[in-house]
């Protein structure tokens, strides 16, 4: 799947998403923005974090009511070009 077809199936499944950091490797994460309905703004913003604060890592966290899942971590600064598959 892409991220776009990620970001509507989010949208059909008001999938909500919060970013948080963790500032050291073992470090606790630290919430940042909470309850996002928008994946592509999550990541916007995500990504915009990563690049400003001092962290290990940034991520975004989905939780899925269709799924009763949530605090499953969608994307993270420290391999920035994956995506976790869990819109499928």
């Given amino acids: 799947m892409t991220v776009e077809q990620d970001i509507n ?9 919060d970013i948080a950091k963790q500032v050291t490797r073992k ?18 913003l995500a990504k915009s974090i990563a690049h400003s604060v001092v962290a290990f ?4 966290y989905a ?4 799924k009763n899942y ?4 969608y994307w993270g600064s420290r391999n920035p070009d ?3 598959d869990i819109f499928e």
């Fill in 57 to 60: 890592e940034v991520a975004i």
């Fill in 63 to 66: 939780y899925d009511p269709s």
């Fill in 9 to 17: 199936i989010a949208k059909q499944r008001g999938v909500t998403f």
């Fill in 27 to 44: 470090g606790k994460w630290e919430p940042v923005i909470d309850n996002l309905n928008d994946l592509g703004e999550a990541l916007v």
């Fill in 70 to 73: 949530g605090g499953i971590i």
């Fill in 82 to 84: 994956l995506y976790n």
